[in-house]
């Protein structure tokens, strides 16, 4: 199963991680304010019960750097999440294997693997737009784990807090507007790291043809295939490859 656990909602199916296709309806429940461990691992384990997923594997994409399956950040959930073992927590409610990853790698990784980004080399940014923004960089089809390109100074600002879409509809903010600050904040980006290929995820990536006239950057853009399930699908392939690698791990720990 793969689950995309974000700011405003936790959302899930089950997942072919041999094909990247998503099985079943993506089943959401809404993210609990305040975003606690406790709150959100009662909201997760009713995901989970929705789709009567017993003892699997589950793949989480969270939206925080995620180290060894802790959060090491907690930009647009509680702080408490901060030095929270994430695998365990949500293991423990669901009695499920949990394994974790960023929720903008776990999009990137379906994109690189079965969307958008497939067979594309050189360096391939994903950028997911919704409460805050998000980043996964692939060079040469590798990721390179918990880029924070949503926090880079762009205006004064930590970059998500001036084109997140969470601003866009705070602000109330037109898409012309809007998509102006997204510009700058591509061109940024841009300057920072040479992309051959940037792919526009998350929520607010559908709506692509409100701003597109705004963005003058000279980079290919592609809009992700998967749109808003890349994140479930995305941390089910992680998770299922991750585990893979844990096990022939644990196994050669056994022969030595
Ligand atoms: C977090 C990232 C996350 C992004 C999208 C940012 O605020 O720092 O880790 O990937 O939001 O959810």
Known sequence: MGI?????????????????????????V???????????????????????????????????????GIALSAANIDAQWI???????????TGCPVVAVNDADAAGIAEIQFGVGKGEGGTV?????????????FTDGHLVRNTEFGHFILKGKVAEHYASDKVRQEEKLSWDEWGERFNSYLLHLNRLISPNLIILGGGTSKKFAKFSQKITLDVPIKVANYRNKAGAIGAAIYASQEMGKRNASAEAQVIE
Not at 125 to 137: C, K, N, P, Y
């Open 30 to 68: 809404a993210t609990p304010m305040p975003a606690t461990p406790m709150a959100m691992a009662r909201a997760f384990k009713e995901l989970v019960n929705m789709h009567q997923w017993k003892d699997g594997l589950i793949g989480v994409g969270f939206p925080s750097i995620v180290i060894n």
């Open 125 to 137: 940014i994903l950028i997911t737009i919704g409460s805050g923004l998000g980043s996964a960089v």
């Open 83 to 93: 030095g929270t073992n994430i695998e365990k927590i949500f293991g423990d409610f």
């Open 4 to 28: 995309d656990v974000g700011a405003s909602g936790i959302k899930g199916g089950i997942v072919d991680t041999t094909t990247g296709e998503m099985l079943t309806e993506r089943l959401k």
